[in-house]
């Protein structure tokens, strides 16, 4: 499947810690937006669709939440807890995320402008989107 994490470089001295994000060095894309997910409600499943183009690397800033990605084949389940991790999802991969803590921030970067038709929202029709693209 075609995601993993990153590892990030901490810069750290006695002041405490910085990691820089950039675009085609520890970033694998050009950033054309940057958003963050927080103050989500206990219980609370976002995602749940699939892109047909954009990539993306969601980082916990603060706090944790876990990450269900499938990319038609298998599942895997990854927890982002830590703000040096990053995960890199490919396009062509149903995600859900669930179980953030009070917490958690989630940054994500993105290699598109958001464009609702990017979006494939039911999981049927993404079974049948990567049927015809991937054959
Ligand atoms: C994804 C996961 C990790 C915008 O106007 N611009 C934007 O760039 C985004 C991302 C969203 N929106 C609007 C659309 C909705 O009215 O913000 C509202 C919430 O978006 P959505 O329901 O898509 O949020 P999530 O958390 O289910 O999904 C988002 C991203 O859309 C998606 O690409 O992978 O975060």
């Known amino acids: 499947m075609d995601v993993k994490i990153i590892d990030f470089e901490?810069?750290?001295d006695e002041r405490g810690s910085l990691i820089a994000l950039e675009?085609?060095?520890?970033?694998?894309?050009?950033?054309k937006r940057v958003y963050y997910i927080f103050n989500t409600k206990e219980d609370v499943k976002r995602g749940l669709h699939a892109h047909k183009d954009l990539q993306q690397v969601l980082i916990a800033l603060?706090?944790?939440c876990k990450i269900?990605?499938?990319?038609?084949?298998?599942f895997v389940e990854f927890e982002l807890n830590s703000p040096d991790k990053g995960l890199f999802i490919d396009k062509l991969i149903w995600r859900e995320i669930y179980d953030f803590s009070?917490?958690?921030?989630?940054?994500?970067?993105?290699?598109?402008?958001?464009?609702?038709?990017?979006?494939?929202?039911s999981y049927?029709?993404?079974k049948n989107y990567i049927h015809r693209v991937k054959k």
């Open 10 to 12: 901490v810069m750290g």
């Open 23 to 31: 675009q085609n060095k520890n970033i694998p894309f050009e950033i």
């Open 62 to 64: 603060s706090g944790s």
């Open 68 to 74: 269900l990605l499938d990319d038609g084949r298998e």
């Open 102 to 121: 009070e917490n958690c921030v989630l940054l994500v970067l993105a290699n598109e402008y958001y464009k609702q038709e990017d979006y494939i929202r």
């Open 124 to 126: 049927q029709e993404f």
